[in-house]
Nanobody, 127 residues
Framework: QVQVVESGGGSVQSGGSLRLSCTAS????????MAWFRQAPGKEREGVAA???????NYADSVKGRFTISQGDAKNTLYLQMNDLKLEDTAMYYC?????????????????????WGQGTQVTVSS
C-alpha cells in the first residue's frame, strides 16, 4: 500500500508564493508518476502538474509559467512551487501517486489515472 502525505498549504495574498510538499512510498517502485490536483468548492478535481520517474513533467495551461513541480534530491519528496498566486488558485490541493510506465508520453493529469491519494492541504489566496 502506498502512503501519501501532503504539507505546506496556507493563506497568502494575491501575487505571493507557497511551496507544497508531498512524501509517498511510491518511490520504492522503479517507474511511477506523481501529481498535484486541486479542487475548489463546487468544482471538479483538476490536474495541476505531474512528474514521472524519468522527470518528464506535465502542467495544466492555467498554471504554466507560475507553478513548478519537482522532486527532492533524495527523490522521496515531491514539491509544488507556486508563484504569482491568483484568487482562482484557491482550492484544496491533493498529491497523488501511481505506478506508471509512460513510454515517452507525459505523465497524466486525469484524476482517474491515480489510485493513491493524500488527504489534501488547503491553499487560500486573498486579495
Amino acid at each position: 500500500q502506498v502512503q501519501v502525505v501532503e504539507s505546506g498549504g496556507g493563506s497568502v495574498q494575491s501575487g505571493g508564493s507557497l511551496r507544497l510538499s508531498c512524501t509517498a512510498s511510491i518511490y520504492t517502485r522503479a517507474s511511477y508518476a506523481m501529481a498535484w490536483f486541486r479542487q475548489a468548492p463546487g468544482k471538479e478535481r483538476e490536474g495541476v502538474a505531474a512528474i514521472d520517474s524519468d522527470t518528464m513533467t506535465n502542467y495544466a495551461d492555467s498554471v504554466k509559467g507560475r507553478f513548478t513541480i519537482s522532486q527532492g534530491d533524495a527523490k522521496n519528496t515531491l514539491y509544488l512551487q507556486m508563484n504569482d498566486l491568483k484568487l482562482e488558485d484557491t482550492a484544496m490541493y491533493y498529491c497523488a501517486a501511481q505506478p506508471y510506465y509512460g513510454l515517452g508520453d507525459p505523465p497524466p493529469l486525469m484524476h482517474d489515472k491515480y489510485n493513491y491519494w493524500g488527504q489534501g492541504t488547503q491553499v487560500t489566496v486573498s486579495s
